[in-house]
């Protein structure tokens, strides 16, 4: 099980990983797609890549002191490609408690929602539990499938200059030609929205053509979102590091990306690959992960109590009334 054996509480209450494992994590997602470019390979590593994470450090003298000093404030991510003004504009626009500068809420926020919504089982075979011998096929043409269709990292951009400059290591701020519409990831244009045009995919209001917006290639550069509406289609979170999976004209996390297409374990919380397996009250368990979530007997054919803390037997259940 994903949870703490003392609380029951889950991993990212607990144990969240490393920035080292992170990083780690994401450099894996992105290799074998076209969105590689946001990795290195790792010297030595056997191929092994890395997520290149972008880092925005920012140097402000404070001037009420009679020797110069410096107030440093690092964000642990921020988009990368922008000059710093256009960067800072971004954050400005999240939720301060999101914003992800280190040592505070929001850099733990940000943490926990790579655990939350990436978990390394949902993309490496070897990191799950729950798959028999013959399912590890099935999960790695899964995996080749969504980077293949679905996985995008999205970019930040002023409006109508969205997929305008790819080129690594080349600024966004700066003034597109007139009437030039953008070009959709069919490599076919789209017809460009008038300045007083743009508007939010997710709010629906008016985008002003001097803030930031973001743009997801899968969707198409017809569409754009402020900062804080480009969430995950069904659980709202704002989408980590803008990693997002496209599906049915939206933007997924992945988690619930993969649970719309396969069913979610309640017991270890992995992907089923399986046929076979255990169905109750709307959610869904490997065979073996059908136990009592206190004293781990199977309960496949027993009479059972579930709620919203899990899945108890009779005992266990009585034994836990006030």
């Not at 729950?130 to 970019?155: H, I, N, Q, T």
């Not at 959709?184 to 929205?193: D, K, V, Y």
């Not at 999976?245 to 619930?256: I, V």
Request: hydrophobic share 30%.
């Amino acid at each position: 099980r994903k949870i703490c054996k003392a609380c029951k509480c889950s991993q990212e209450d607990h144990s969240l990983s490393s920035d080292v494992e992170d990083d780690r994590k994401i450099g894996r997602l992105l290799s074998d797609s076209k969105y590689a470019m946001h990795t290195a390979r790792v010297k030595g590593g056997d191929g092994i890549r890395i997520y290149k994470r972008n880092r925005m450090i920012i140097t402000n003298p404070i001037v009420s002191r009679k020797d110069p000093t410096f107030d440093t404030i690092t964000y642990e991510w921020a988009p990368p490609g922008l000059t710093q003004k256009l960067a800072m504009q971004y954050m400005e626009l999240i939720p301060k408690e999101m914003q992800p500068v280190a040592g505070t809420d929001g850099a733990y926020y940000r943490r926990r929602q790579l655990m939350r919504q990436l978990p390394l089982y949902d993309q490496d075979p070897s990191q799950c539990r729950g798959l028999a011998e013959g399912e590890v096929k099935l999960m790695e043409d899964f995996v080749k499938k969504y980077k293949a269709e679905a996985l995008g990292v999205a970019e930040v951009a002023l409006p109508g200059q969205g997929g305008s400059g790819k080129e690594e290591g080349k600024p966004q701020d700066k003034t597109v030609a007139a009437g030039k519409p953008p070009e959709s990831t069919n490599g076919t244009l789209e017809p460009a929205p008038t300045a007083e045009h743009y508007r939010c995919e997710t709010c629906k209001q008016a985008v002003p053509g001097d803030c930031p917006v973001v743009y997801a290639d899968r969707a198409g550069y017809s569409r754009q979102w402020h900062p804080a509406c480009f969430v995950c289609c069904r659980c709202s979170e704002p989408l980590v590091d803008l990693i997002y999976f496209w599906k049915s004209g939206a933007a997924w996390c992945g988690r619930h990306y993969c649970e719309s297409l396969r069913p979610r374990c309640a017991g270890c919380d992995e992907i089923i690959f399986s046929e076979d397996y255990q169905q109750a009250e709307g959610r869904a368990w490997h065979k073996k992960h059908f136990a009592c979530l206190e004293c781990e007997t199977l309960l496949t054919g027993k009479p059972f109590a579930l709620d919203n803390a899990g899945l108890l037997c009779p005992t266990c259940s009585k034994s836990k009334r006030p």
